[in-house]
């Protein structure tokens, strides 16, 4: 976010506070189990008493983190889906593009965010309601192009769990090294998400005419 606009498309390392930011690299380079509470406070320079008196325990750091990294994804989706417009279509491919980007670029908290799988079942629910934010905002934009006959869906809520689920497993596997950048990653996955939805061939035009 820059003079109160987000700039959506222009994601990187989500910036945290020093304790989260240490509890987010041990997380990402040895597991949350891996990690211990020694390890991150060892991280960040201070004591394990002193670290205690800003989190209660390991799971508060990676439920705070967790919220953070959602928190800024929200807020970029929300802008993405207001610069597309009215049109159902254009924001159902500005949804997957931001949350394509996000993936991708946001390296170390995006993996972190897999890590949600071992919360505790209290703030693994309340984790999931403010995710659900997300998914509901996808929903209705599938719903919508569904309804507009932009796309041929038949079961829009499935097929946008299909579809969170492909997107959220980005950085299981991609690699800022690697032979995709995240721009061109994003054409494919607009393309491979508008067949997903049984987009008309003019919404499919759409994601190579805009790259």
Partial sequence: MVDGVVHWRSVGELELPPIMA?????????????TSVRDIARRVGVTVPALYYHFQNKEALLLAILDASL??????????????????????????????????????TASVDLE?????SGPRS??????????????????EGAEAGLFRS????????????????IPR????DGPLDPQDL???YKD?????????ASVINKVYKAS
């Fill in 116 to 120: 949600a799988r071992l919360l505790s």
């Fill in 192 to 200: 491979i998400c508008a067949h997903t939805v049984g987009a008309k």
């Fill in 186 to 188: 994003a054409v494919r």
């Fill in 126 to 143: 309340a984790y999931a309601k403010k995710r659900k934010v997300i998914e509901d905002l996808l929903l209705s934009v599938v719903e």
């Fill in 71 to 108: 928190d800024h994804l929200t807020r970029m989706c929300e802008a993405a889906v207001a610069e597309a417009g009215p049109r159902p279509d254009d924001r159902f491919l500005n949804l997957v593009e931001c949350i394509t980007l996000y993936e991708a670029n946001a390296g170390r």
């Fill in 154 to 169: 038949t079961n829009p809520k499935e097929t946008t769990r299909a579809i969170l689920g492909m997107l959220q497993a």
């Fill in 173 to 176: 596997w991609f690699h800022a």
């Fill in 22 to 34: 240490a509890a987010r690299d041990a997380f990402f380079e040895a597991g949350y189990h891996g």
